[in-house]
């Protein structure tokens, strides 16, 4: 298999195909992931845009608000760490590019697409949490991590974006948003913030502190 490697934001070699334990820097994935906005940039109000670094500290409040086990929410700090490395795409365009590769190629090779990105950014996912000190993840701590996800994103599309004239996205008619709307918090404030969850909640601060 090729090696292709891209920068961090820090000018470290990360190997997008056979990611290493040794190449994960926390502080970095908190600086990146604050510095990428969800929804294409799409927003209520454009100055406030929703950085995914924004979107994980929701996910975190959501799920201690739907009474999520302690040993689960390392997880859910880390769902979306490897778009870090890899990027955040809006689930319409990957719709949309999935429906041109079908009538390209045919459902089958566009399925494969799906399977070869979802197994990437598996990979990332669980070399991060080896970073972190955790054990892989098994279906039910990925089952409340997607639940925590779908509400952070019922929330966010209610409080922060436009109110769209035809529904987008997956159906979530039967997730209510969360009451209180979430703190907005900037770039730099956001990247600061994730990062002191990571060392709350990640063994291997905890480990280090010890």
């Not at 000190?133 to 991590?145: T, Y």
């Given at each position: 298999?090729?090696?292709?490697?891209?920068?961090?934001?820090?000018?470290?070699?990360?190997?997008?195909?056979?990611?290493?334990?040794?190449?994960?820097?926390?502080?970095?994935?908190?600086?990146?992931?604050?510095?990428?906005?969800?929804?294409?940039?799409?927003?209520?109000?454009?100055?406030?845009?929703?950085?995914?670094?924004?979107?994980?500290?929701?996910?975190?409040?959501?799920?201690?608000?739907?009474?999520?086990?302690?040993?689960?929410?390392?997880?859910?700090?880390?769902?979306?760490?490897?778009?870090?490395?890899?990027?955040?795409?809006?689930?319409?365009?990957?719709?949309?590019?999935?429906?041109?590769?079908?009538?390209?190629?045919?459902?089958?090779?566009?399925?494969?697409?799906?399977?070869?990105?979802?197994?990437?950014?598996?990979?990332?996912?669980?070399?991060?949490?080896?970073?972190?000190?955790?054990?892989?993840?098994?279906?039910?701590?990925?089952?409340?991590?997607?639940?925590?996800?779908?509400?952070?994103?019922?929330?966010?599309?209610?409080?922060?974006?436009?109110?769209?004239?035809?529904?987008?996205?997956?159906?979530?008619?039967?997730?209510?948003?969360?009451?209180?709307?979430?703190?907005?918090l900037p770039a730099d404030?956001?990247?600061?913030?994730?990062?002191?969850?990571?060392?709350?909640?990640?063994?291997?601060?905890?480990?280090?502190?010890?």
């Open positions: 298999m090729s090696r292709i490697v891209s920068a961090s934001p820090r000018g470290r070699a990360i190997d997008l195909l056979a990611p290493r334990v040794d190449q994960v820097d926390f502080p970095e994935i908190s600086s990146a992931l604050a510095g990428i906005n969800r929804y294409a940039g799409c927003v209520a109000v454009v100055t406030q845009p929703v950085s995914v670094a924004l979107h994980t500290l929701i996910a975190l409040d959501a799920a201690r608000a739907i009474g999520q086990p302690v040993d689960v929410l390392p997880y859910v700090l880390l769902h979306d760490a490897p778009e870090a490395r890899l990027g955040d795409q809006i689930c319409p365009w990957k719709r949309a590019l999935h429906a041109e590769l079908t009538a390209r190629l045919g459902e089958r090779l566009a399925d494969e697409v799906d399977l070869a990105a979802h197994a990437i950014h598996h990979r990332h996912f669980e070399v991060i949490c080896e970073a972190a000190g955790l054990a892989p993840p098994d279906e039910r701590a990925l089952e409340f991590v997607k639940a925590a996800d779908d509400l952070a994103l019922v929330t966010e599309r209610f409080w922060f974006l436009p109110a769209a004239d035809e529904a987008w996205g997956r159906s979530l008619a039967h997730v209510a948003p969360m009451k209180k709307r979430p703190r907005w404030k956001a990247a600061d913030a994730l990062m002191e969850r990571f060392r709350q909640l990640l063994p291997v601060f905890r480990k280090h502190a010890a």
